[in-house]
């Protein structure tokens, strides 16, 4: 089955700054590639997705980036602000299987 | 639209105890999820429905969980007997077509 790597577990960066997350996966099959936001007491909320036909996507401040050949995804933070503080989920899946999340990143953005 | 609800958000029970919890998924999806979060294991998949049906249960831990979907606009997980290694964040989520998963705010079970 998927396994899906993610680096690093937490990341701590000043108000303005970027942050990087990455992930890895090993099923080649994976076609779709979401990353979810959890806030401290509530589920993990989407916050953008890239499928295997597009390298890169942008969303104002956030846009992820995917290898297929490297197998390797990433989420950029630009101009970070206290309230990116959260923990950071990527996932894969191919269209028949679930997702597979990876254990997750706790972004600290300080003032 | 509501989201997806899940009830009780938080649950304290004696060990031995039955626990039920209960998700009503976004209208018009069918396909709906049951995850366990701790932070020891991250997000796991316990569960999940196609069309009220159980395509993929096994993650789910042993005999004592168990899950149903009796319709398509709710489904319970039951831990019987519940034990202390089961406090954990549950949630449940749903997802039409696609591959988008919507979570619920989860049901955070504390077993003493």
């Known amino acids: 089955g998927e396994n899906v790597e993610q680096h690093p577990s937490t990341l701590s960066v000043q108000e303005g700054d970027s942050a990087v997350i990455k992930c890895t996966y090993s099923d080649s099959a994976s076609n779709y590639f979401p990353w979810y936001k959890q806030e401290l007491g509530k589920g993990p909320q989407l916050i953008i997705d890239?499928?295997?036909?597009?390298g890169e996507k942008k969303d104002q401040r956030i846009a992820v980036t995917l290898n297929k050949t490297a197998k390797h995804f990433s989420l950029h933070i630009t101009e970070t602000q206290p309230e990116d503080s959260a923990v950071y989920f990527c996932a894969a899946s191919s269209g028949y299987s679930t997702l597979t999340f990876g254990k997750g990143t706790m972004l600290l953005v300080s003032p | 639209d509501a989201g997806v609800i899940q009830s009780p958000r938080h649950e304290v029970t004696e060990m031995g105890q039955e626990v039920t919890l209960r998700c009503k998924p976004i209208?018009?999806?069918?396909?709906l999820f049951w995850y366990r979060q701790t932070m020891m294991r991250g997000l796991e998949l316990l569960i999940y429905f196609n069309n009220n049906v159980p395509i993929d249960d096994s993650g789910m831990p042993e005999d004592r969980f168990s899950a149903k979907m009796p319709n398509a606009s709710f489904s319970t997980l039951k831990i019987q007997p519940s034990e202390p290694r089961d406090s954990a964040v549950y949630f449940c989520?749903?997802?039409?077509?696609?591959?988008?998963?919507?979570f619920g705010e989860g049901s955070w079970l504390t077993v003493v």
């Open positions: 989520a749903s997802m039409v077509g696609g591959n988008t998963i919507y």
């Open positions: 209208s018009g999806h069918n396909s």
């Open positions: 890239i499928r295997s036909n597009v």
